[in-house]
């Protein structure tokens, strides 16, 4: 029988914590900025859109230690954030969380620009001349037909989030129970003598998640794909 | 009454238009390429002009001095050549879209007399997916009219369709012309369409105004085809 020590479980539990946390809070940000790069030129487009995808080719070790440098304990955000507001990141779950999105963020920014690309300006032009503001053109217009590209970006984000390993390790290190996720684990697991039976179960939970992910998008996107064109 | 005074320099073209358009509907006649889009499309505040004047029924919409209302605001209905109906919505959805948004109270006996003017009751549900080119243009008209605007603007509505597709609406716009009493603009470089349904021809050409009156303006052969 397949079953988990507390460990594992809690690994397995922060993971999704911080993968869903990451997710979920890089996309109101992701889709106000794909919004603009998708339907607005301005000077400086090209050094935004390139700002964005850094963390996707950046090795992920440096974009850790950026975020250590500005968002730890005495970094120029970090400190702002913790004295005005109480959020700490450094060697929190939620360290692990910004960490995981700040990588998961070119993926969803990327797949929503797409989306929103591909939405035909005539309806957002006809939906104005109807009487919607710009904010009422976008939530009623484009939002709606650029559901299925949002839904695949968040996909990919959760999945980059919960895989990501190199960022967080440098950013707010591996400590179980706190910032110890899955791909963390599995890591410790394999550093010590008898660890293999346990790294291959996180092994087997990772693929599982990933395929539900992935199997359970395609069953929203394809969804809204009939409610938009079909029915 | 809108009256219409526009300059805009496009890279190949240029529009220097001006006309005034009463009750009833004005036709925008001239060969595809002449700028009649361009021009209507400055008076629902969709393109922004250079220079000029823009006004509808005193009020005014675009003053190149500073002033231009943003056409969520100008209440000018507008029914586009390729209908552009919102896929993800129902027909009766896409109808009331415009009221939903200028927040007008629901008129059921409005929506009734134009669902009734259109011929649409049995459409109500469906998506635009499901509709023939013909019905998206009825469903088009439809909405624009539901919005209550002061003014309807509308761009070679028939281009889209085929021969008897136009048979099928034409005789729809006629019917608006006479039973609403909202002014149209219409454009259109189609002499037959613009004879039976025009009460006033503006005839434009290279951008420009060359000739306001009746059917005089136009070539008497292509005005007395069939449509």
């Known amino acids: 029988m397949f079953s988990l020590t507390p460990d594992e479980w809690t690994a397995v539990l922060l993971s999704l914590r911080i993968a869903v946390v990451a997710t979920v809070v890089a996309l109101p940000f992701g889709i106000a900025l794909a919004w603009v790069l998708a339907r607005k030129n301005f000077w400086g487009k090209a050094l935004l859109d390139g700002i964005v995808h850094l963390p996707l080719v950046l090795p992920p070790v440096v974009t850790g230690y950026l975020l250590l440098i500005w968002f730890g304990r005495r970094g120029v955000i970090g400190a702002f954030l913790a004295d005005t507001f109480g959020i700490v990141f450094s060697f929190r779950w939620t360290g692990a969380a910004l960490a995981c999105g700040v990588m998961g963020f070119p993926l969803l920014v990327r797949a929503i620009r797409l989306s929103i690309e591909a939405v035909d300006a005539k309806l957002e032009n006809a939906a104005w001349t109807l009487g919607a503001n710009r904010f009422l053109v976008f939530a009623t217009v484009t939002l709606p037909l650029a559901l299925p590209g949002i839904i695949a970006g968040m996909v990919l984000c959760f999945a980059k989030a919960l895989g990501e390993f190199g960022a967080t390790i440098t950013f707010v290190s591996n400590i179980p129970g706190e910032t110890q996720t899955i791909s963390a684990a599995i890591y410790t697991y394999t550093q010590t003598p008898s660890g293999d039976a346990a790294a291959g179960r996180l092994v087997l939970v990772a693929i599982l998640i990933s395929l539900i992910a992935l199997i359970g998008s395609e069953w929203l996107a394809r969804r809204a794909g009939v409610r938009l064109h079909g029915g | ?227």
């Open chain 2, 1 to 227: 009454m809108l009256s219409v005074a526009v300059e805009k320099r496009f890279a190949d073209f240029t529009i220097a238009a001006k006309f005034e358009a009463a009750d009833g509907v004005t036709a925008l006649f001239g060969p595809s390429g002449s700028g009649k889009t361009s021009i209507i499309n400055m008076v629902a505040g969709l393109v922004t002009p250079d220079r000029g004047r823009v006004s509808s029924n005193g009020t005014l919409l675009f003053d190149s001095e500073g002033v231009n209302v943003p056409p969520h605001r100008r209440g000018i209905g507008y029914v586009f050549q390729d209908g552009r109906l919102f896929p993800h919505m129902t027909v009766r959805q896409n109808l009331d879209y415009g009221r939903r948004m200028r927040r007008l109270t629901h008129d059921a006996a409005a929506q009734a007399r134009i669902v009734d003017l259109l011929d649409i009751a049995r459409l109500l549900e469906r998506r635009p997916a499901h509709l023939s080119g013909g019905e998206r243009q009825r469903i088009a008209i439809g909405r624009a009219l539901l919005m209550g605007p002061q003014l309807l603007l509308l761009d070679e509505p028939l281009a889209s369709l085929d021969a008897a597709r136009k048979r099928e609406i034409f005789p729809y716009l006629l019917k608006l012309r006479d039973e609403t009493a909202i002014p149209m603009i219409y454009v259109s470089h189609h002499a037959a369409e613009v004879k039976r349904i025009a009460t006033t021809i503006v005839r434009v050409e290279n951008g420009c105004v060359t000739g306001i009156g009746g059917s005089e303006l136009l070539d008497t052969e292509d005005a007395d085809a069939l449509i």
